[in-house]
Each structure stands twice: as structure tokens, then as C-alpha cells.
């Protein structure tokens, strides 16, 4: 079985955070939800480390790729797709940050110098297609302009793709001292962005919100874990489009976890589909 497979596991972990995070938001805001996350995989991270082997760890400049990786996803990535979801909701917001795998191409053409195929125009076009879709339905018309935030999502997401990439091509072999090394920057960072991008918003500490935050966080830390392990091992061109299933498992769980809080319609399951097959063409032809 290749490795690449392992990559549905980031796929649904990833869609399980985002579920959680709305769950939170009933009694919360985006700004506490982004903190709690943070530190959660923080910690976790950091308890990790009494099972990494430091003597077989070398400095190496690729570990500041890491810490970049750690600005970018998810430190950027969440406080984008938080925001998406506060304005359009979890289902819409996944579907759409789900175009990481067309910035993933874009990051390695500018980052690495690959030069995509003639045939990622075919990818590009249902990506678009399925994006003008999903702000087409009732819930996100007249907030198409939020749909900035999903993209930003994207961005961040796939440069980290590339970024831990680099790292890996480092020698780097410990994926749980990788994780630390993103999840500092993250946690040093995130605090200085959540106050230049939210200065008069207060935090909000609800405990049932701060359990739902905590709980995405484990599973975010469940998504890191297994994406950097798949990325170390595997082909970024196969691992893309495997994680750019999470759609599929959002709309799958978003009936379970939110009940009737989002309305699931044919515009955002159609536009899920589309920018599925999108990001399978634009990541392997």
C-alpha cells in the first residue's frame, strides 16, 4: 500500500477541526478559538518531545523552513479559515480553502521550479467553476466577498505544503521534532497576528466553547502529525489531491456534529465535487 493513501486521515482529522471549531463559535469568536487551537497542539507538541532521539538531530538552516511552515499553517491558515467559517460557515469555507492543492502547484512553480503540464488549465477552470458555484448558494449570497478568506486559507496551506517539503530534503527525519518546530512559530506568532488583525475584539473563554477548541486542536495536532508524515515520505503531487478529499468528509459529518445549525445544498455539494476533480488535475496531470 503506498504511503500516500495515509494522506485520508489529514483529509478527515482537518474537516473534524474545522466541525469543532464552529461548535465553538456558538458561545465564542474566532480571535479565542485560534489561541486555544494553538496552544493545544503546543502543548502537545511539546510533550512529544520525551520521545525524540536529539542525538540524531543535526542543526540544519532547514529547520527555520519548518518554523516558516509554522507562520504559514497554521498559524495564517487558521486565522484565515476561522474567519471564513464565522462569515460562511463551515461547510461552504472548507470547500473553498480546499483549492490548496492548485497553491500547492503554484508555491513549487515559484518555489522549486517544477513547471505544471498544459493539462492543470483543465483543473484551474473546475476550481474557478467550483468556487463561483458554492458563493452562489443561499447561505454565503451577499458574503461572496468573505470568500477571500478560504483563499487565504489555501495559500497559507499549500506554501506549507512546500515548505516542510524543503525541510524534510534537509535530512530532517523526526516528524514529532518537525511538528515542534512548526507548532513554536505558530505559537509565537499567532498572538502577534490575532492582535494587529482583531485589536478591540476580546477574547472569549466559554468552557464549553474552550472544550470544543481544545478538541479541534487535538484534532488539528492528529492532522499535522500524519500530513508531515505522508509529506516525508511521500510524493507532494499524490498527497495534494488525497488531502483535498476533506470536503467529502465535511459534508459526511457536518449533519452529525452541527445538526441543523448548516443547511447542506446541492450548489455546495456540486461545487465541492467540481473543486475536487479541480485540484486532481491541476496536482497530477
Not at 500524519?226 to 488531502?243: A, C, E, K, N, Q
Request: hydrophobic residues 55%.
Amino acid at each position: 500500500m503506498p504511503i500516500e493513501i495515509f494522506a485520508l486521515v489529514p483529509a478527515m482529522a482537518f474537516s473534524l477541526s474545522a466541525l469543532f471549531t464552529r461548535r465553538g463559535m456558538d458561545a465564542s469568536n474566532s480571535k479565542t478559538a485560534n489561541l486555544v487551537v494553538v496552544l493545544t497542539l503546543l502543548a502537545a507538541f511539546t510533550f512529544s518531545l520525551v520521545a525524540v532521539d536529539f542525538s540524531r538531530l543535526e542543526f540544519s538552516w532547514h529547520w527555520f523552513t519548518f518554523m516558516a511552515a509554522g507562520v504559514a499553517s497554521p498559524g495564517l491558515s487558521h486565522l484565515f479559515m476561522y474567519r471564513g467559517i464565522h462569515f460562511i460557515g463551515v461547510a461552504g469555507s472548507s470547500s473553498v480553502s480546499n483549492v490548496h492543492a492548485f497553491f500547492g502547484a503554484f508555491w513549487a512553480f515559484t518555489l522549486l521550479g517544477e513547471r505544471p503540464p498544459p493539462g492543470v488549465w483543465a483543473g484551474i477552470f473546475l476550481v474557478v467553476a467550483g468556487v463561483l458555484m458554492i458563493s452562489r448558494t443561499d447561505s454565503i449570497k451577499g458574503k461572496a466577498v468573505y470568500l477571500i478568506y478560504p483563499l487565504l486559507t489555501a495559500a497559507c496551506f499549500g506554501l506549507a505544503h512546500n515548505l516542510r517539503k524543503i525541510g524534510f530534503s534537509g535530512g530532517m527525519e523526526s516528524v514529532l521534532f518537525a511538528g515542534f518546530l512548526q507548532t513554536v512559530a505558530a505559537a509565537v506568532s499567532v498572538p502577534i497576528i490575532l492582535r494587529i488583525a482583531f485589536p478591540d475584539q476580546p477574547y472569549q473563554f466559554p468552557a464549553r466553547s474552550v472544550r470544543f477548541f481544545v478538541m479541534s486542536g487535538v484534532w488539528s495536532l492528529i492532522a499535522q502529525l500524519t500530513l508531515l508524515f505522508v509529506i516525508r515520505g511521500g510524493r507532494v503531487s499524490l498527497i495534494s489531491p488525497i488531502v483535498a478529499t476533506t470536503p467529502f468528509f465535511t459534508l459526511l459529518l457536518t449533519p452529525v456534529i452541527l445538526g441543523d445549525r448548516e443547511k447542506i445544498t446541492w450548489r455546495i455539494v456540486a461545487g465541492s465535487i467540481l473543486l475536487v476533480v479541480g485540484v486532481v488535475f491541476v496536482t497530477t496531470l
